[in-house]
Structure formats: structure tokens, C-alpha cells
């Protein structure tokens, strides 16, 4: 009996859902969002123009205090300078792309993103300067809060490097207390049995209700070891748990597997379970960092000289709002940069499972 030459060309449904999806190229993504590829790479051109005449041709009607801004001309200005920057650079992008075909889907993916946050900043400089629909001196407008990031920029500098050091020690210390932890926890049953209960006394405590028990500490003149332990503390719970949750959950054949070929006690759990467990630590590693932001702010309140959250409190005080808003700005790139950081490592240390697990 012969078949039939087309069952061979039939496809399984469920060999389709097994099958990983394929990359989309970055311009592609535009074109799917109704966005045609001229419009997208041309947007923040056009936007930074509406917004340099917005800026240009209607008056300011906030009472901007004085500064070191009012002997320049307007168009020496930091956020018209900006804006005349980001035209530039828009106009070299939608030139470039069509003379080098690699730069394409770059410009044309970036392009309505960066048109996007020019509005904000734009409506932002409408409601504040233009409009004063907002109130000096609590909601400076742009310029303002630029030019006061450009005069402390040597003071910024120094508090984010104090930050830096301040974060990472206290971050690195609870990624490893909960590294251990949660291997013990998730590998040993004596010891779920008596640290887990600690774990759900102690976890859900915020770090930053610890603060007033922290100075009180007779360890005062430690500042920053005692922030760096407040900072340890919010990591270590988010981690532990994570960890512990995929040691716990490795499966049973993979061990099986391991012991038959002879593998030891060691060898199952640096070999088998947290390499297995690795997509759950990332996870906590993640949560602890938002936890660590959180906490970095109460931890440099304790008494320290140096940081953002000490120059946020010391502009807060001197009702200097502009240079507020400036180190809220430059804290949100360095978190940012610091996420976007560990993105990479987990795309790195995790590219095996790329297409088993979608992220």
C-alpha cells in the first residue's frame, strides 16, 4: 500500500509550539507598530525642532532664581544646547542609515523611543517654565534642573562613586549570605527546618524600618559598614529564597542521572543543582537590586558625608530643588546602567538556555 506523498509534509502542531521563535530584527518591531520607516528614524528630528521653537518663541513665565545660566545667551543654555545636540545626532542617524544598511534597523528601532521621552521633556518644560501651571521653586523646568546638574557636576561625580562603592559592597555582601543560605535551605532538610523560620520572621521586615535600631548601634563611627549591612539585609531575602526554590526544585532525573555516573554529595550540588537552579537565582539576584535602590537612599541617611541620597537631603535643605530633580535624574542612569549590567550577565552566563527559557 502506497502512502500518501503529503502525510510526509504534515506538521505536528505541537513540533510547531516546541520550536523557539525566531529573533525579530529590531526594525521590524517598528513596521509591526504601524510606524513606516522613514517616519520612525525621522521622528526625534522633528521632535527636537517643535520642541527648540516651543522653547525659543514662547516666554518664560516661572520667576527663575538667579544663576550662573543668566550671563549666557538663551542659546548657550544647557537644554536648548541639548536639544540642538539630540537634532544633530538625528539627522547624522537618518543620513547614515540609508548609506550603511547595518545602522537601519538600529535608527529605526531607537527612533520613535527617543521622539517619545523629547514630548515628555518637552511637555515638562510647557507646564514648568512656559505655562507655570507648577510652582517655583518646588518643579523647576529643564534647563533649570540641567544647569544644576552642569554647576555640581564635581559634586555629583563624588556622591555617585560613594554611592557606587556603598552599593556594591552592601549588594555583593547579601548576594553571597543568600547564595549560601538558600543552597542550604533548598539542599538540606535539617536546615529548612530551622532557618525557614527565621527566614519568615526576619525576611519580610523592610531594611529601611531597621534604620532607627542601626543608630542606635554603639558602632556609630562604622557609618558605612552599617549601611552596607542595611543594604546586605533587603538583598539576602529575595535571594535566599529564590535560590533555595530552584535547588528544591531540580529535577529528580537529573540527580539520578549523576549519581548513577558516581557523582558525590559536592558534585550534585555545584554541578547539578545550581547550575540548574541558576534561571531562580537570577530572578533574586534581580529583586534583590530593586531592594537594594530602595535601601540605598535610608542607608546613606545614617550619618555619612557623601552619596546621593546625603546630596539629596543637603539640596532638600537648601530648598535648591533644580539640583534635586538634577541628582534624581542622574540616579535613575545609574541604577539603570547598573540593571541593564546585569541583564547582560544573565544573557551571558544563561546563553545555553536560550530557547528553552523566553526572557
Not at 509550539?17 to 528630528?45: F, H, K, S, T
Not at 549666557?72 to 544633530?88: D, E, F, R, S, T
Not at 539576584?285 to 537612599?297: E, R
Request: aromatic share 10%.
Amino acid at each position: 500500500m502506497e502512502s500518501d506523498p503529503l502525510s510526509s509534509n504534515v506538521v505536528d502542531p505541537a513540533d510547531l509550539a516546541a520550536e523557539p521563535e525566531a529573533p525579530r530584527p529590531a526594525g521590524e518591531a517598528v513596521r509591526v507598530r504601524g510606524l513606516r520607516p522613514a517616519v520612525a528614524v525621522l521622528a526625534p528630528a522633528v521632535t527636537a525642532v517643535v520642541a527648540l521653537l516651543i522653547h525659543r518663541y514662547l516666554p518664560d513665565r516661572q520667576e527663575i532664581p538667579h544663576s550662573w545660566m543668566d550671563a549666557l545667551p538663551a542659546w548657550q543654555h544647557p537644554y536648548p544646547a541639548l536639544l540642538a545636540a539630540v537634532l544633530g545626532i538625528s539627522l547624522l542617524a537618518a543620513a547614515g542609515q540609508w548609506a550603511w544598511h547595518p545602522l537601519r534597523p538600529w535608527a529605526g528601532h531607537y527612533g520613535p523611543l527617543t521622539a517619545g521621552v523629547l514630548v515628555l521633556v518637552c511637555l515638562w518644560d510647557l507646564i514648568t517654565a512656559k505655562l507655570a501651571w507648577m510652582p517655583q521653586p518646588y518643579f523647576p523646568g529643564p534647563d533649570e534642573v540641567l544647569g544644576g546638574m552642569i554647576d555640581d557636576r564635581k559634586l555629583l561625580a563624588i556622591s555617585a562613586l560613594h554611592s557606587l562603592r556603598l552599593l556594591a559592597c552592601g549588594y555583593l555582601a547579601g548576594v553571597a549570605a543568600g547564595l549560601v543560605t538558600g543552597v542550604l535551605i533548598g539542599w538540606f532538610l535539617s536546615a529548612r527546618y530551622w532557618i525557614m523560620p527565621v527566614m519568615k520572621v526576619l525576611g519580610p521586615l523592610p531594611a529601611t524600618a531597621l534604620v532607627p535600631l542601626v543608630m542606635m548601634l554603639p558602632i556609630r563611627e562604622f557609618l558605612f559598614l552599617s549601611g552596607a549591612a542595611l543594604i546586605a539585609f533587603a538583598v539576602w531575602f529575595p535571594v535566599t529564597m529564590l535560590t533555595s526554590s530552584g535547588i528544591a526544585n531540580v529535577r529528580l532525573s537529573y540527580l539520578d542521572v549523576a549519581r548513577t555516573l558516581g557523582a558525590g554529595r559536592l558534585y550534585l550540588i555545584f554541578r547539578v543543582a545550581i547550575p540548574s537552579a541558576l534561571p531562580n537565582v537570577f530572578v533574586g539576584l534581580f529583586m534583590g537590586l530593586g531592594a537594594s535602590f530602595l535601601t540605598l537612599i535610608a542607608a546613606e541617611t545614617l550619618g555619612v558625608k557623601a552619596g546621593l541620597g546625603w546630596y539629596i537631603g543637603m539640596q532638600k535643605g537648601y530648598a535648591d530643588y533644580a539640583k534635586v530633580y538634577g541628582s534624581l535624574v542622574i540616579m535613575a542612569v545609574f541604577f539603570s546602567t547598573l540593571m541593564t549590567l546585569l541583564f547582560k550577565v544573565r544573557d551571558r552566563v544563561l546563553k545555553w538556555q536560550k530557547g528553552v527559557i523566553k526572557w
